[in-house]
Nanobody, 114 residues
Framework: QVQLVESGGGLVQPGGSLRLSCAAS????????MSWYRQAPGKQRELVAA???????NYADSVKGRFTISRDNAKNTVYLQMNSLKPEDTAVYYC????????WGQGTQVTVSS
């Protein structure tokens, strides 16, 4: 069955960096687009970044120039490199794949605070 396991979240000061990882299993990873979403308290879940099977990317305006999504098909893993973090980036970050339906990871908490 499809499994997505996120890791790499934590507490970081404003201006700092984190790299999130999402390890995928149960499907042919290289054949599917992957994406990162986030959900802050009291807000709707929103798309942060996505990557196609060919490596094409797109980002939410709020993270352009600060976040980078990438994938390693040999490791069945998608990454989100987050730089210049701001308090408003605080949220639970989720990995998602659409494969005859939506699949989500359990999420990893990112807290940006001094």
């Amino acid at each position: 069955q499809v499994q997505l396991v996120e890791s790499g979240g934590g507490l970081v000061q404003p201006g700092g960096s984190l790299r999130l990882s999402c390890a995928a299993s149960g499907f042919t990873f290289s054949m599917y687009a992957m994406s990162w979403y986030r959900q802050a308290p009291g807000k709707q879940r929103e798309l942060v970044a996505a990557i196609t099977v060919y490596g094409g990317t797109n980002y939410a305006d709020s993270v352009k120039g600060r976040f980078t999504i990438s994938r390693d098909n040999a490791k069945n893993t998608v990454y989100l490199q987050m730089n210049s973090l701001k308090p408003e980036d605080t949220a639970v970050y989720y990995c998602r794949v659409y494969r005859s339906g939506e699949y989500w990871g359990q999420g990893t908490q990112v807290t940006v605070s001094s």
